[in-house]
């Protein structure tokens, strides 16, 4: 809901989960609340600053909370806008012109947007009457979440140099806050760090070229005693797939900026007269029921209203991928080898990975040759495609479309086709380059390319890989004074690139991924509805990786494959059983060679695989809660136990895990949560319960608030199980 109160200037957006509350005075855009939703009729004028009439030293911007801080007339931090004009100064004072309310949400042009046809939208108009530069700040209430984002015009005679164009800033008040946000490395992706904020500027960012493994575009304060069930949290997400800044400065009095979006390191925007650009949208998140309260916002605005591919809402199927069963000692046999032993125990789609394609050995060569190496596919991808098809499964495949080996028929062809800056060496990363995707030659390239494999055989899904981050991201194509925007106008051509051949291929199922999860990110998960969520496939170090990744990302986004033992990143020894309990948590599949299994884990394969299809809808779809955390050393679990649940109308599935076993062991409880306290759930009777656990009925306030014992019942390290109970009535 949008209320205006056009005499005090002031603009209530709310939902039945936040107020945000917006003032204009003397021409600034002030925030004067964001929080528990607040009567309609609330009247938080009060709350505009009242030194706007004193003229004292400290009457300067740096003292108000603004929506827009802009440089050079009195904000003392990181703007989020600024942009140099024609006669050299960063001066970027745009004030308040009037306001809009669309019946509707707009797409942004070229960029991944929420949408929401249903939903109202606040445009405010701010301008700088001395460059002409003007502003318009889109707020849409949407599931529960507030999106943002910017549109900049100039409407000067001069170009202008955008340094800072932020999507969203944001002020709160009081400085008791904590920051939390998923940092990482390859194969370590998406570590939850929370740290108290002390005064100074807190950054979260990457300068990579992509949203990158190091770091996610996501950043939520929290106050100290806000725990998964209860407390405020203020997460910002921002759907974008490159470069960005996520940062908290709190300042010297009680106050505190939030904001989000390009980063000023990376990206610069030369704006011509007459012309505009364009934010990514940030996503805010207001809960006062803890992180859980914020992921479920997060989950169903993101599943719902941000993937467009149909497979968004369909159960995903059971697949093997043969990446960690051969590498890139692939052919045609050794593909249908592993299709034939998949389909025995009811898998439905076979990957193929790396390798199949050029000259490609090793990962020294080949990018950009993309047909098939007719060595190791005799038959063609459409041979092979037909083959797996008649053995009962889909067919998928892998590619990489954004890089270039130096060892290329491609390069050789085209050696400025690569990002590069002229008369400098070469970066290489993976032995890689990657292709200039700010060129539309090369954009398009890479559309009739995609178009040619997926029209050339039956395949069903592809995996869209990505595994090297820029340097030298300079383009052969710009003046010098735009190649800045090289790294943005890289992202505008892949979100063309995939526009393009998503919505030619509705059918086909992508999955993203980047060296594994190194581009976990809303911007992708627009296009393609699940990505590889890390390329460590150790069952321990996935509680980790799945549990934090699910605080923004739903479980319907993160492939988890059961892989071999010894895990082939950690070398650690884990239980069958494990291994299919953790890569239940998301979209289920195989990464291993089936015919080196032992007959009795590839019974257990079999039985996994038959109740994986009865729960999948579940998991595709259902409320997705944490319950215990891997990460709390501190509680009495010690870290040692992870446990999560799945909700629909009539299911619930719980997941629980102890890593390590204990000597005198205590049996723990698990509290569940989100359950109808009335309703009764019968916990079903499957081959594996634990002895202890009977097949009965429990109450959802019984299981809420008394708990359930989590019995393991195998000797050792590594335990699992996962529940499932039927809502009876
Ligand atoms: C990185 C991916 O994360 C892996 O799963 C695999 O596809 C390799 N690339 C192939 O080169």
Not at 149 to 163: C, H, I
Not at 180 to 196: D, F, M, N, S
């Amino acid at each position: 809901m949008i209320l205006v109160s056009k005499e005090k200037h002031i603009f209530h957006l709310s939902c039945e989960n936040f107020s945000y509350v917006l003032a204009v005075r003397e021409g600034r855009l002030l925030n004067l609340y964001f929080g528990r939703p607040q009567p309609a009729e609330a009247d938080l004028d009060y709350l505009i600053p009242s030194f706007y009439s004193n003229s004292s030293f400290e009457q300067l911007e740096q003292h108000l909370p603004l929506e827009l801080p802009s440089a050079g007339t009195g904000w003392y931090g990181d703007p989020a806008l600024q942009a140099i004009g024609p006669d050299g100064n960063n001066i970027t004072s745009l004030k308040y012109q009037d306001y809009k309310i669309l019946p509707h949400k707009e797409s942004l042009e070229g960029l991944p947007s929420t949408q929401d046809p249903a939903a109202e939208t606040l445009q405010i108009h701010m301008k700088d009457e001395y460059t002409g530069l003007s502003a318009v700040l889109s707020y849409t209430v949407i599931a529960g979440a507030l999106a943002r984002s910017m549109k900049l015009m100039n409407g000067g005679s001069a170009p202008l140099n955008l340094t800072h164009m932020a999507s969203a800033a944001l002020p709160l008040f009081g400085r008791d806050y904590e920051v939390i946000h998923l940092r990482g490395a390859w194969a370590r992706e998406r570590r939850l760090v929370r740290t108290p904020l002390g005064q100074g500027t807190y950054r979260v960012e990457s300068q990579r070229g992509a949203s990158g493994h190091e770091e996610n575009p996501f950043i939520a304060l929290v106050r100290p005693q806000t725990t998964e069930f209860s407390g405020d949290v203020y997460g910002l997400s921002l759907i974008y797939s490159g470069s960005f800044l996520a940062e908290a400065q709190v300042g010297d009095s009680d106050s505190l900026h939030l904001s989000i979006g390009l980063n000023p390191m990376t990206h610069r925007w030369l704006l011509g007269s007459g012309e505009s650009f364009q934010t990514p949208e940030a996503v805010l998140v207001y809960s006062a029921d803890g992180l859980n309260g914020m992921s479920h916002i997060y989950h169903v605005l993101y599943r719902d209203y941000l993937c467009r591919s149909p497979w968004a809402h369909r159960e995903r199927p059971v697949l093997i991928n043969n990446w960690e069963a051969t590498y890139f000692d692939i052919n045609e046999s050794k593909i249908l080898a592993l299709g034939k032993k998949a389909a025995e125990i009811g898998v439905e789609l076979l990957v193929m990975d790396d390798g199949w394609f050029g000259n490609r050995y090793d990962d020294h060569r080949a990018l950009g040759d993309w047909y098939e190496n007719p060595v190791k596919l005799p038959h063609g991808l459409k041979g092979l495609a037909e083959k797996v098809n008649k053995l009962g499964l889909k067919f998928g495949l892998w590619v990489e479309p954004e890089m270039i080996s130096p060892d290329s028929d491609l390069y050789r062809a085209h050696p400025d086709w690569c990002l590069h800056a002229p008369n400098r060496p070469r970066t290489l990363g993976r032995n890689q380059l990657i292709l200039d995707l700010s060129r539309e030659d090369v954009q398009d390239f890479i559309i009739q390319m995609m178009k040619h494999i997926l029209s050339s055989a039956n395949i069903s899904y592809i995996k869209w890989d990505m595994n090297r981050n820029m340097t030298e991201s300079f383009s052969a194509l710009l003046p010098p004074e735009r190649q800045l925007e090289t790294q943005h106008r890289y992202m505008l051509g892949l979100y063309r690139v995939l526009e393009e051949v998503t919505s030619a291929f509705p059918e086909v199922l992508f999955e993203s991924c980047s060296g594994g999860g190194g581009r976990f990110d809303p911007g992708m998960l627009y296009y393609m509805p699940q990505t590889w969520t890390s390329d460590d496939t150790d069952a321990v170090e996935r509680l980790k990786i799945q549990y934090s990744t699910s605080l923004v990302y739903p479980a319907s986004a993160m492939g988890a494959h059961v892989s071999a033992c010894p895990n082939h990143q950690v070398g650690r020894v884990t239980p069958f059983r494990m291994r299919a309990d953790v890569a239940v948590g998301g979209n289920f599949g195989f990464e291993l060679d089936l015919a080196k299994l032992p007959p009795e884990e590839l019974a257990t394969a079999k039985a996994y695989v038959t109740r994986l299809k009865q729960i999948r809808s579940l998991t595709a779809r259902g409320s997705f809660s944490r319950l215990l955390s891997p990460y709390d050393k501190e509680s009495v679990y010690g870290g040692n136990y992870a446990a999560w649940q799945f909700v629909s109308d009539d299911q619930l599935l719980l997941c629980y895990y102890r890593v390590l076993a204990e000597a005198n062991p205590v049996t723990r409880r698990v509290f569940l949560t989100d359950l109808d306290p009335q309703a009764i759930y019968r916990l079903e009777k499957t081959e594996d319960l634990p002895k202890g656990l009977a097949a009965r009925e429990f109450s959802g306030a019984a299981l809420m608030q008394a708990g359930l014992p989590m019995v393991f019942d195998q000797p050792g390290d590594f335990n699992s199980r996962t529940l499932l109970f039927t809502k009876v009535r």
